[in-house]
């Protein structure tokens, strides 16, 4: 493969700097070259510098990349996506419109069981076309790596089978993915008044098959009083983390503290939503180096206006990250640079620390830092052209997808 040699960039946003996830001030250092250039080398970058620089490193037959005097910025990582289910809920969407509260539509069988339904229907070549269909999405918004999660299976042969399609997508090497299985995302309407025999079909069936075909490295529990609480989402986490899965959690979405505190007692990569957490809940994950996952457009999306407290979370030394939560009930969108725009506008992030919270700081939430999230030597040439003349112009200017080319291990996807 020869070298590819990207020049003319107004700006390349490196996020070079420690080989952790960035907290406090970190979050805004963002290691801009102006008048920038990068050259990759076998699918991974050989360096970043000035165009002068550069340009005297490129070898005769490299492939020159003009990007027109755009930005160049890290591809971004999404740490909490749903991208495997058939149907949608548009119509749900439209009765929240009209009043309907998310509880009140899941307890007349709507909700996460209603797209159970049909993705127990659907075949796998049919979730593999849509789930690629998504791909495209994601990657027009700059996104180049995704935490895909199961969750709308809830038996073990449906599970599986969104695993494998899960599988199958990152194998096609045109978006990389992190799996999750999330097998504890509801009680399926079968299991309805039988909560244990469903929780012991997850613990001695579920867990160890997806673990013995190695189908998924986390394993994520929806922790609310009305879905599987702390008593039930322990038990499971527990089994889970004896077989080697790492830990991640759906935490404080509706309810306060209780699923940050789990997810600090457990020691989890990531604790996701927390809309309703607390000062006692922010501690216990500071303490515990929990990293938290904020989904602002799935609260934009149900219309409750409650955002997590990202600057408080900042304040106490948390490493933020940001992710789409891309699903078809509460947050049907993959674009990176809407949330970018929700966090600086409702969590009140700066737009440096967006960029962070969704690049490098996603990527080691995912345990990816060493090889995605930043533009420095040895990692993955994975990075989008933006269309724009300045980093902050990706969330200021909103509703807009803005990459112009992505490009995965040196290679493009779109343009």
């Given at each position: 493969?020869?070298?590819?040699?990207?020049?003319?960039?107004?700006?390349?946003?490196?996020?070079a700097?420690?080989?952790?996830?960035?907290?406090g001030?970190?979050?805004?250092?963002l290691?801009?070259?102006?008048?920038?250039?990068l050259?990759?080398?076998?699918?991974?970058?050989?360096?970043?510098?000035?165009?002068?620089?550069?340009?005297?490193?490129?070898?005769?037959?490299?492939?020159?990349?003009?990007?027109?005097?755009?930005?160049?910025?890290?591809?971004?990582?999404d740490?909490?996506?749903?991208?495997?289910?058939?149907?949608?809920?548009?119509?749900?969407?439209?009765?929240?419109?009209?009043g309907?509260?998310?509880?009140?539509?899941?307890?007349?069988?709507?909700?996460?069981?209603?797209?159970?339904?049909?993705?127990?229907?659907?075949?796998?070549?049919?979730?593999?076309?849509?789930?690629?269909?998504?791909?495209?999405w994601f990657?027009?918004?700059?996104?180049?790596?995704?935490?895909?999660?199961?969750?709308?299976?809830?038996?073990?042969?449906?599970?599986?089978?969104?695993?494998?399609?899960?599988?199958?997508?990152?194998?096609?090497?045109?978006?990389?993915?992190?799996?999750?299985?999330?097998?504890?995302?509801?009680?399926?309407?079968?299991?309805?008044?039988?909560?244990?025999?469903?929780?012991?079909?997850?613990?001695?069936?579920?867990?160890?098959?997806?673990?013995?075909?190695?189908?998924?490295?986390?394993?994520?529990?929806?922790?609310?009083?009305?879905?599987?609480?702390?008593?039930?989402?322990?038990?499971?986490?527990?089994?889970?983390?004896?077989?080697?899965?790492?830990?991640?959690?759906?935490?404080?979405?509706?309810?306060?503290?209780?699923?940050?505190?789990?997810?600090?007692?457990?020691?989890?990569?990531?604790?996701?939503?927390?809309?309703?957490?607390?000062?006692?809940?922010?501690?216990?994950?500071?303490?515990?180096?929990?990293?938290?996952?904020?989904?602002?457009?799935?609260?934009?999306?149900?219309?409750?206006?409650?955002?997590?407290?990202?600057?408080?979370?900042i304040?106490?030394?948390?490493?933020?990250?940001?992710?789409?939560?891309?699903?078809?009930?509460?947050?049907?969108?993959?674009?990176?640079?809407?949330?970018?725009?929700?966090?600086v506008?409702?969590?009140?992030?700066?737009?440096?620390?967006?960029?962070?919270?969704?690049?490098?700081?996603?990527?080691?939430?995912?345990?990816?830092?060493?090889?995605v999230?930043?533009?420095?030597e040895?990692?993955?040439?994975?990075?989008?052209?933006?269309?724009?003349?300045?980093?902050?112009e990706?969330?200021?200017?909103?509703?807009?997808?803005?990459?112009?080319?992505?490009?995965?291990?040196?290679?493009?996807?779109?343009?």
């Amino acid at each position: 493969m020869s070298d590819l040699v990207v020049v003319n960039c107004r700006q390349v946003v490196t996020l070079a700097g420690p080989a952790r996830a960035r907290t406090g001030a970190e979050m805004r250092e963002l290691a801009i070259i102006a008048d920038g250039a990068l050259v990759a080398r076998d699918g991974r970058i050989l360096k970043v510098g000035t165009r002068a620089e550069i340009e005297r490193l490129a070898s005769a037959n490299a492939e020159i990349v003009d990007a027109g005097g755009r930005v160049v910025l890290p591809g971004f990582v999404d740490a909490h996506t749903h991208p495997v289910f058939a149907g949608n809920r548009a119509d749900e969407f439209e009765q929240r419109a009209e009043g309907a509260t998310y509880a009140e539509i899941a307890a007349r069988g709507g909700g996460i069981r209603s797209t159970v339904r049909r993705t127990r229907e659907a075949g796998e070549a049919d979730l593999l076309a849509a789930a690629r269909r998504y791909r495209g999405w994601f990657l027009r918004g700059g996104t180049t790596t995704i935490e895909a999660k199961s969750g709308y299976g809830l038996t073990l042969e449906a599970e599986l089978k969104i695993l494998r399609v899960i599988r199958e997508l990152g194998a096609e090497g045109s978006l990389r993915t992190a799996p999750t299985f999330l097998g504890a995302h509801e009680v399926p309407d079968e299991y309805r008044g039988r909560r244990c025999d469903y929780i012991r079909l997850l613990i001695e069936e579920m867990l160890p098959a997806v673990w013995r075909e190695g189908l998924a490295e986390s394993c994520d529990v929806f922790c609310e009083p009305s879905v599987f609480p702390v008593e039930e989402a322990r038990g499971i986490l527990e089994a889970a983390r004896a077989l080697g899965f790492r830990i991640r959690m759906h935490a404080d979405q509706f309810s306060a503290d209780e699923g940050s505190l789990l997810a600090a007692e457990m020691g989890a990569d990531t604790a996701d939503h927390l809309e309703a957490t607390t000062e006692r809940g922010w501690t216990a994950l500071a303490a515990a180096h929990v990293q938290p996952v904020l989904l602002p457009a799935s609260v934009c999306c149900l219309g409750t206006h409650r955002y997590p407290a990202a600057r408080q979370m900042i304040e106490r030394g948390l490493a933020v990250t940001l992710g789409t939560d891309f699903n078809p009930g509460s947050s049907p969108t993959t674009s990176m640079p809407l949330v970018l725009s929700l966090a600086v506008t409702q969590l009140k992030m700066t737009c440096a620390e967006a960029i962070t919270a969704a690049t490098i700081n996603a990527a080691c939430s995912l345990r990816r830092g060493g090889r995605v999230g930043s533009l420095e030597e040895g990692k993955l040439a994975d990075f989008a052209i933006h269309d724009c003349d300045d980093y902050r112009e990706l969330p200021y200017f909103f509703g807009r997808d803005t990459a112009r080319a992505v490009y995965i291990g040196g290679v493009r996807q779109i343009c």
